[in-house]
């Protein structure tokens, strides 16, 4: 049976499924809950939390489900703790978005403490939490975490986005390892090759399997039966759906976000930097297309990402569909569902078909 795989029995799912985790307010516990009732992995993305905030969700979760689930964060980069901008470059900032601040009637807002949270106190949070699963990105948490993870029995889960981060994911001893090709929608994740480079799931995914023994999940573009064969039969086993668990009601994406993933322009996304200072795949709207000119003389993250979120937040507020980052997947036109539980079920059923077809040849 296709769904018994390592991935499946490490994880201790049904399915060899992972609902991909939606960093900056995306990832909701309803849709993590769902999706592990279901059968697969729920995921919430924290790298946007306090740790307090981060508990509060882990006993929330626990609260809905029994079942295994991931808390992800995002591991920051060399030197991104020390990117201070100095006061000027900081208003420059501020200044080239003043007109959009303008716009939603905010306050331009001012040099702050801190431009992100603090990955130790996250990182401290989640041992003490003991998720079941510990998944992250844009990185490799230290040899010291990765082993009071072992010791915690916290599963460990990292992405890598082109063949090197896999082999140095491997060299540290991740027990899975989430090969994001360029399809999926968000960030690229990428740590040790700029973001631009990284290849298609269905380059990275057999590159990958000839060369660690780590079991893959891949991720990018999945989003029904004829995806998941190709994964599998690329290698993988097991698969990450973000997108379209993103489209379905349980998520924390707004209305307007969840028509926009519905509609024709999803067809169109691009790989742009200017809402959060990192390459991440998004439709094109009215922000991304004025702002583009100017991509590279954004600060990088985390300070652009600072800057845009009350953007963010106000346009989700207003109903605004032309000012959100709109993250989506390339695949964003196969969405089919509104409901979490009716994904999982037509995953699983459709690979089952799709396969049948195939050995039937
Ligand atoms: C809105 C959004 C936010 C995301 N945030 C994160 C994140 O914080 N951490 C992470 O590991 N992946 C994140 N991802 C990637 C997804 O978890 C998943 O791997 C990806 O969406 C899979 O590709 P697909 O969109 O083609 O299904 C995000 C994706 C989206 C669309």
Redesign the pocket.
């Known amino acids: 049976m296709w769904t018994d795989t390592r991935v499946a029995r490490k994880l201790g799912t049904r399915l060899p499924l992972?609902?991909?985790?939606?960093?900056?307010g995306?990832?909701s516990t309803r849709l993590a809950a769902a999706v592990s009732e279901a059968g697969g992995l729920g995921?919430f993305?924290?790298?946007?939390l306090s740790a307090e905030n981060i508990e509060a969700t882990v006993r929330e979760l626990r609260g809905l489900t029994s079942r295994p689930f991931a808390i992800?964060?995002?591991v920051p980069l060399e030197g991104e703790k020390a990117l201070r901008p100095t006061p000027a470059e900081f208003q420059a900032a501020v200044d080239r978005l003043g007109p959009w601040y303008d716009e939603l009637g905010l306050a331009r807002p001012t040099y702050p403490g801190a431009f992100s949270q603090d990955y130790e106190a996250q990182v401290e949070a989640v041992l003490a939490l003991k998720p079941p699963v510990f998944?992250?990105?844009f990185g490799i948490p230290s040899a010291r975490v990765l082993e009071a993870c072992r010791a915690a029995g916290i599963l460990t889960a990292g992405?890598a986005t082109n063949v090197d981060e896999g082999l140095a994911l491997e060299a540290a001893g991740v027990d899975l390892i989430?090969a994001?090709?360029s399809?999926?929608?968000?960030?690229r994740?990428s740590f040790l090759r700029p973001a631009e480079e990284s290849p298609a799931?269905t380059a990275l995914v057999p590159q990958l399997a000839d060369r660690v023994k780590t079991p893959l999940i891949a991720?990018?573009?999945?989003?029904d039966g004829r995806t998941v064969a190709t994964a599998l039969a690329l290698g993988a086993e097991g698969v990450?759906?973000?997108?379209?668990?993103?489209a379905c009601e349980e998520s924390n994406?707004s209305d307007v976000y969840r028509q926009a993933l519905r509609q024709e322009s999803a067809r169109g996304t691009v790989l742009t930097r200017v809402f959060s200072g990192r390459y991440?795949?998004?439709i094109k709207n009215r922000f991304l297309r004025e702002m583009t000119p100017h991509e590279r003389e954004v600060p990088p993250y985390p300070v652009q990402n600072w800057l845009t979120q009350p953007l963010r937040q106000a346009a989700a507020r207003q109903g605004r569909e032309d000012l959100l980052?709109l993250?989506?997947?390339?695949?964003?036109p196969l969405i089919r569902h509104t409901r979490a539980s009716a994904l999982v079920t037509f995953l699983e059923e459709d690979t089952t078909r799709v396969l049948g077809r195939l050995a039937a040849l």
Do not use: D, K, Y
């Open positions: 992972v609902q991909g985790p939606f960093g900056g995306m990832s995921s993305g924290a790298h946007h992800n964060l995002w998944s992250f990105i992405t989430v994001s090709g399809e999926a929608g968000g960030h994740a799931t991720s990018g573009g999945i989003a990450q759906v973000g997108t379209a668990f993103l994406a991440a795949r998004g980052s993250w989506a997947g390339q695949n964003a």
